[in-house]
């Protein structure tokens, strides 16, 4: 196993390591930017029950920059933002071998195998929002909750507690996990009659949940109202998940379709059918009872139930974003490693001969080894090729890689103007079609924003114009580009003729 393990870890260090910076900033990662950068230079957090989520994601970025020597927002770059999620994403294969003891070796190993290799899974490990450490805390709530059944230990239910109040502080929605996890309890002792379950971890778990979430959103005692508001924000919460007040509304099986197929626009294939066929099978297996021996029965169930709930809460839920299947499938990539596992049973069980068992056995291994090639092959393709392709089912509302193009033109004027990083912008644009861009701007001090083009002052002149394509610039003063900024939005650059000509003649 150890070995086997290693090479996972290299595989999975391959897909979320490479090509961190290349893919231009999605919106939302820019905006969790910012608002990281208000802690960075003010040393202050304030929790907002509107939008962004808990505070975990702002807090746990904090090391990242004092280890890259940034102390203040113009300081960092993608990588300090990106490096967080990498880092969560890979901690989510090492902390695979916490379930061993309920899951047994195979299980756990492919397991981690199919962790490495999701597509999604690999995608959002590069993607600086809250997405992926939800799913680690919650990996680790349930393998500390179910050591804490097993053995009764304090040390495990307060473990558990302190991950799940990770989990509602880093996003909210976690109450969706919260009542999948409790579900699959209940079914747990109500169907399969696993026992009961020990009240007084369970009440030491809360305590260490609500602790542990209470000073997060009240940003460590000095925001007593932050705590309430972040149950308040549910009534927001509520109206979206409901259809109300929100445009991210999708079909019910939206999140079966990237499951089992995707294919958009004529573009390549998407699917996890790899994990999600091989939990199918796991589910067969759990009830059947066809496990084997080093497989806890009562864990597998426990998963089943808890993954078959979330899957239904979050198809039934109105409100889909690509990002919110990560929780979902990591339950599944769990039962596929529990559904590799029974194979592997059912081989040794189906031929008595040792030897025999060991060829089957060898040759199941065989027949796994083209979809794990394939599925390996779609992720490369998913964080590499595809990073920023509406094609890409992960790619929502994505910044296009052309605005790169707008990055670099920005830089290149910079690069010829007297001033320097000094230079006067103006942003004439609505917010949702400037975002990215306060992130890209952050090192530029003389920035203005505005809404309407009528409020924006006559002096001084700006350097530089960034707008929507409605804003027109007199012709003999400024050079007018465009580029894309989503697939729907262009932006315009307005560039002073002056520096356009000292760019022309740094050309030549």
């Known amino acids: 196993m ?40 003010e040393g202050t957090y304030e929790y907002d029950a509107n939008d962004h989520h808990g505070p975990t994601l702002y807090y746990l970025t904090l090391p990242i920059a004092w280890l890259t020597g940034a102390k203040t927002f113009a300081d960092t770059d993608l990588i300090t933002y990106r ?39 690999a995608y959002y490990s590069r993607f600086y929002i809250q997405e992926i450490s939800l799913v680690f805390f919650t990996l680790v709530a349930i393998a500390a909750g179910w050591h804490s059944v097993r053995s009764g230990a ?6 558990a507690g302190l991950s799940a109040g ?13 009542a999948a996890l409790a579900g699959a309890a209940l079914l747990c002792m109500v169907f399969s009659r696993h026992g009961h379950l020990p009240i007084g971890n369970i009440l030491l778990a809360a305590a260490c949940a609500v602790l542990v979430s209470s000073l997060l959103f009240s940003s460590f005692l000095t925001n007593l109202s932050g705590p309430l508001e972040s149950i308040l924000a549910f009534k ?26 995707y294919r958009f626009a004529g573009g390549p294939v998407w699917s996890e059918g790899l994990a999600f066929g091989l939990g199918l099978l796991g589910c067969v297996a759990i009830v059947r009872r066809k496990l084997p021996t080093n497989c806890d029965h009562g864990l597998a169930s426990f998963l089943m139930y ?21 929780s979902l499938l990591h ?29 089957l056995q060898l040759a199941v291994a065989a027949l796994l080894a083209y979809p794990v090639y394939a599925t390996y092959r779609l992720a490369r393709r998913t964080v590499f090729n595809y990073a920023a392709d509406e094609r890409n089912p992960y790619v ?36 949702e079609s400037n975002w990215p861009l306060p992130f890209y701007l952050r090192q530029f001090p003389n920035v203005g924003y505005w809404v309407d083009a009528h409020s924006v002052p006559a002096k001084p002149k700006p350097d530089l114009i960034i707008s929507g394509t409605e804003f027109e610039t007199p012709e003999e003063e400024f050079l007018c580009e465009f580029y894309g900024l989503r697939a729907d939005t262009p932006l315009a650059i307005h560039i002073d003729k002056t520096l356009w000509d000292a760019f022309l003649e740094s050309r030549r």
């Open 2 to 41: 150890p070995l086997a393990f290693v090479l996972i870890v290299i595989a999975g260090l391959g897909l979320r390591v490479p090509r961190l910076a290349e893919r231009p900033m999605h919106h939302d990662e820019a905006n969790q930017a910012y608002r990281f950068g208000i802690l960075l230079e």
């Open 396 to 431: 929502y509302a994505h910044t296009s890689p052309d605005f790169n193009n707008l990055v670099r033109r920005i830089a290149e004027i910079e690069a010829v103007s007297p001033k320097g990083k000094q230079m006067y912008i103006q942003v004439i644009a609505e917010p």
């Open 166 to 178: 990770l989990m509602f502080a880093t996003k909210e929605t976690a109450v969706i996990s919260f």
């Open 236 to 261: 927001g919460y509520f109206a979206r998940g409901t259809g109300v007040e929100t445009e991210h509304v999708h079909p019910w099986n939206f999140y079966l379709k990237m499951l089992v197929r």
């Open 154 to 159: 304090r040390s495990w239910a307060i473990v």
């Open 306 to 326: 808890y993954t078959v709930l979330l899957t239904l809460a979050y198809s039934l839920i109105a409100y889909k974003t690509p990002w919110c299947i990560l």
């Open 83 to 121: 490096a967080l999620p990498v880092v969560f994403g890979m901690l989510l294969i090492l902390a695979l071998p916490l379930l061993r003891s309920g899951m047994g070796c195979i299980a756990v190993l492919a397991a981690a195998l199919f962790t490495a290799i999701s597509p999604g899974l």
């Open 331 to 359: 339950g599944w990539v769990l039962l596929a490693g529990i559904g590799v596992a029974a194979v592997f049973e059912g081989c040794r069980q189906t031929v008595t001969l040792r030897r025999a068992s060991l060829v």
